[in-house]
């Protein structure tokens, strides 16, 4: 597993020195690394189901007696695949969409070294390592936000997400350290069978600091401000980084963790009630929107916060619609975004408020919204359905009084997300074409 997490790195270092010579083929020749790795661990897949879970281990630290070690089990193979699935498409798409672009070789190094870091973290068996490849996914999506240099406000929005995500790793870095003092291990392998955290004093400390590590990373209340501005980014790296990577790096640890620090009134309540407040915050904020982007931006965050908080619910039907939910989630908003992209590259604009009739000129990509829009609605013979359906089935089969109540804070969220998904998938689409887009 260590030349497969490496062989993002590998090819990042090749790019730079010679990607000029391949700049019309980059995207082509590109796209087969995340797609052999999607299809390297799409083998594991049998193997995974029955309940296996491979380890891996080698020496790096011998003087501390720590290890650099890496499992594959359910959880890091789901995220696993989204990466490299989401990113074959990713790479394929960029090449399209900066066709020309000067520094066409250096954007693709970066998404190779964000591509490694996130398969790092998810496959990480040692906090120790899990924390390195977790400061890795910051640092390189610093360079993706803010991959326009030329413009003040990318510079802004890369500096002001790599200053959250940075103080967030601090505080789990502080976490971590914690939970190794306590356990006197680094090994994530180790720490699943023991309950030497749950029954220290420094329980809730480690909590506090486990939690603002995931909420920085996960856009939550009130660590979200900065994923609208890191809207900044090319399109290719708003698909990929906030849809179906980076930001669910926070959800990935809480799940990772789940089994470690939950089963807690502390933990549920937590995550329930940040959770709870950021998805319908979020959803009510997406409407307010008139930006592709932002509306994608805020819907996403909403969406990061039914994750949050089917964990805090943390029953066997929450995590089934958890990971559903994850998959869903990632496919329908990747292709938001990557439509948002195709319509701002056609038009110059993502303002709904001047975009109509687009379906005249742009069928395909119309089809495509369509699609995605009712499949973030949750409508029937759409994957979202399926998830939405189990979202609702964990609410109402939690053993609380509040059972109902949930369920309705699930439903009225998901109304604004209904709304949002046809403002950023239908609309442009449907009216009266403007004469300035008569020509696209």
């Not at 056609?346 to 709904?352: A, K, N, Q, V, Y």
Request: net charge neutral.
């Amino acid at each position: 597993m260590l030349f497969i997490i490496l062989s993002g790195f590998f090819a990042a270092c090749m790019l730079l020195p010679a990607g000029k010579f391949f700049k019309e083929r980059l995207s082509y020749l590109l796209c087969l690394l995340p797609l052999s790795l999607f299809i390297y661990f799409a083998s594991y897949i049998p193997k995974v189901m029955t309940g296996n879970v491979i380890l891996e281990s080698t020496d790096w630290i011998p003087s501390l007696g720590v290890n650099a070690s890496f499992r594959l089990d359910g959880l890091s193979l789901l995220f696993s695949l989204l990466i490299t699935g989401i990113g074959f498409l990713v790479f394929l798409y960029s090449g399209s969409y900066l066709k020309g672009h000067n520094y066409l070789d250096r954007f693709y190094a970066y998404l190779c070294i964000f591509m490694s870091a996130m398969l790092g973290m998810v496959l990480s068996d040692n906090i120790l390592l899990l924390f390195v490849f977790w400061e890795l996914t910051s640092i390189s999506s610093f360079f993706l936000i803010g991959f326009n240099n030329d413009s003040k406000e990318s510079r802004k929005s890369a500096i002001l997400s790599l200053s959250i995500t940075g103080l967030g790793g601090f505080f789990l870095m502080a976490g971590f350290i914690l939970i190794s003092h306590i356990t006197g291990t680094f090994s994530i392998q180790e720490l699943l069978g023991s309950t030497a955290i749950k029954d220290n004093a420094l329980y809730p400390l480690v909590l506090i600091f486990i939690f603002i590590g995931a909420f920085t990373k996960s856009a939550q209340f009130p660590f979200h401000f900065w994923l609208p501005g890191a809207m900044t980014a090319p399109t290719p790296v708003s698909a990929y980084l906030h849809s179906a990577t980076m930001v669910k790096a926070g959800i990935f640890l809480l799940a990772r963790f789940s089994p470690i620090l939950g089963g807690t009134a502390e933990w549920s309540y937590a995550l329930m009630s940040i959770g709870g407040f950021t998805m319908l915050y979020a959803a009510v904020h997406s409407l307010l929107r008139t930006d592709m982007k932002a509306i994608l931006a805020y819907s996403t965050i909403s969406a990061l916060g039914v994750m949050v908080f089917l964990i805090g619910i943390g029953t066997k039907e929450a995590f089934i619609a958890l990971t559903t939910f994850v998959v869903v989630h990632a496919l329908y908003k990747a292709a938001l975004f990557l439509i948002t992209g195709i319509v701002d590259h056609e038009t110059g604009t993502r303002d709904i408020t001047r975009l109509a009739g687009l379906k005249k000129v742009l069928l395909p990509v119309y089809i495509a919204g369509v699609l995605a829009a009712l499949s973030s609605a949750g409508l029937p013979f759409t994957f979202g359905f399926i998830g939405k359906d189990l979202i609702y089935e964990a609410t109402l089969n939690t053993a609380s009084s509040i059972a109902l109540y949930i369920t309705i804070l699930a439903v009225a969220t998901n109304l604004c997300l209904v709304a949002a998904g046809f403002m950023a998938g239908i609309k442009p689409f449907v009216g009266q074409l403007p004469h300035e887009f008569g020509s696209v």
